[in-house]
């Protein structure tokens, strides 16, 4: 039996920012458990958006969330780049979306004017403006619009990030602070106790006094043999990736994003799909459609990849975080977003787990409300 | 920096920007290029780094080079041709409207 004082198992963006937060914080024997090689990992397969857009529409702890999160990113991307040394190729010149038809337009104006009331009666803002045509094209001067385009919106703050460079940097930064990585076993069984947690993977035995489940879809597995239900559902996301071009479009939008390496991804899609990563050609070919109805020098870029991932997803798309019930020394991270929330993940989950108070601003993501 | 471990009997000429160059026959493009000694074939659009063909079997799109006017051709899937016309790109332009 090998000891450590906290476990958290799932190596991903949550796990690895939570895991991160938790050696920055002096919390002892931290161990981060990453599964085999030819799960799926989400964390690796993200679009990189860092923002609040659209987000806590029924929730509006959610939204606050997301808001306080992107205004975090860039001194959370500053402080880790400082520790790793790896730049995380942040951009926070703000986000957007274009807007292909005036039902499309409709629907995100109703969303901002929610989001705005939400933010205001919680004394708050929610820094979205739509923008007519000409406005939204002034945005990106080095980028066409297509004809369909007739508006969009641009979202104060956000940004995106390198999501690969962003994990690395985390796990870099976990280990040089002295946590311990552990690559490559499956847990297989946890037995629950009150001072001390047994984990057993396929490899071998651990015991913790605290454990922190962050394994994605892997976490209703763990906690179904706990008898306690998590409500994670899945949904596929598609798309694809262009070859380089010169840095053209300043912003990322919510359909169409330039790297800082200068390829283009494309690709919004939700589907239904159970755990098949595979992608489809009529997805890939609507996102492309698309994508080039937004921007027609789209349609002269060759395609170089593409690739589906499965989202985990909560049924009112906000995150849990929470406690099992009747063991208040096993925490469950789990939800979509987690290239967005990474700094909440690292700076505030770890104090919850550390002294074991729930702060006020995280208490309405508990489990409980999911068992109505 | 790279020459053919095989002689080949049968060659063609290619135009590699603008001169004449003897190659073997049944390489790829990519291969061909750095048979002649060039070591870089383009410039990276973003920065105007120098780059070079890195895996030669299609993955990695290092090996963008312009065929016979087309630009951005993955020049290790492309066999040689008899008067085949291959840039290199080391031009970087950013035209896109």
Redesign the interface.
């Known amino acids: 039996m090998k000891n450590a004082d906290i476990i958290v198992i799932g190596g991903g963006a949550t796990g690895a920012a939570t895991g991160l937060g938790l050696v920055r914080n002096s919390a002892g024997k931290v161990l981060l458990f990453d599964e085999k090689p030819g799960i799926h990992r989400v964390s690796r397969a993200n679009f990189g958006l860092t923002t609040y857009m659209c987000k806590g529409l029924n929730d509006t702890a959610y939204a606050d969330w997301a808001l306080r999160s992107t205004y975090e990113w860039a001194g959370f991307a500053k402080q880790l780049e400082k520790e790793s040394g790896i730049c995380v190729d942040l951009s926070l010149n703000g986000g957007g979306e274009a807007f292909l038809t005036q039902e499309e337009m409709q629907v995100r104006v109703e969303m901002t004017r929610v989001l705005k009331e939400l933010a205001s009666a919680r004394g708050s803002e929610y820094p979205v403006t739509i923008l007519d045509r000409a406005d939204f094209s002034r945005l990106m001067p080095k980028m066409k619009l297509g004809e369909k385009v007739v508006g969009g919106m641009f979202v104060k703050g956000a940004g995106h990030v390198n999501p690969l460079f962003m994990l690395r940097a985390m796990r870099k930064t976990f280990i040089d602070r002295g946590g311990k990585f552990v690559p490559g076993e499956s847990v297989m069984e946890i037995l629950p106790g009150k001072s001390n947690i047994t984990v057993k993977t396929n490899k071998s035995e651990y015991g913790c006094e605290k454990l922190v489940i962050a394994a994605g879809h892997g976490s209703t597995r763990l906690m179904g043999r706990l008898g306690v239900d998590l409500h994670l559902y899945p949904q596929r996301g598609q798309l694809l990736v262009t070859n380089r071009m010169p840095p053209l479009l300043p912003i990322p939008l919510l359909r169409v994003r330039q790297t800082a390496e200068g390829t283009f991804m494309i690709g919004v899609s939700n589907e239904s799909a159970g755990h098949d990563v595979r992608v489809t050609v009529d997805v890939l070919k609507d996102q492309a459609q698309k994508g080039i109805a937004v921007f027609p020098m789209l349609a002269r870029l060759m395609w170089v990849r593409s690739w589906a991932a499965v989202r985990v997803m909560t049924p009112d798309g906000s995150p849990l975080y929470d406690t099992i019930p009747g063991h208040d020394n096993i925490f469950i991270l789990a939800g979509h977003s987690a290239i967005s929330l990474a700094p909440m993940h690292a700076k505030y989950i770890p104090l919850w787990i550390i002294n074991g108070k729930k702060p006020d601003d995280i208490k309405g993501f508990g489990l409980g409300r999911f068992n109505v | 920096m790279f020459s053919s471990y095989e002689e080949k009997e049968k060659t063609v000429t290619i135009i590699l920007d603008g001169r004449p160059e003897k190659v073997s026959e049944g390489v790829s493009v990519a291969a061909a290029v750095l048979g002649t000694g060039e070591k870089h074939i383009r410039r990276?659009?973003?920065t105007g780094e120098l780059r070079a063909p890195f895996c030669l079997m299609g993955v990695c799109?290092e090996c963008?080079m312009e065929i016979d006017g087309e630009k951005?051709r993955q020049s290790c899937q492309v066999e040689v041709k008899e008067g085949m016309k291959i840039n290199r790109q080391m031009q970087?332009?950013?035209d896109?409207?």
Do not use: I, M, W
């Open positions: 990276s659009p973003v799109y963008l951005d970087v332009t950013g896109c409207k």
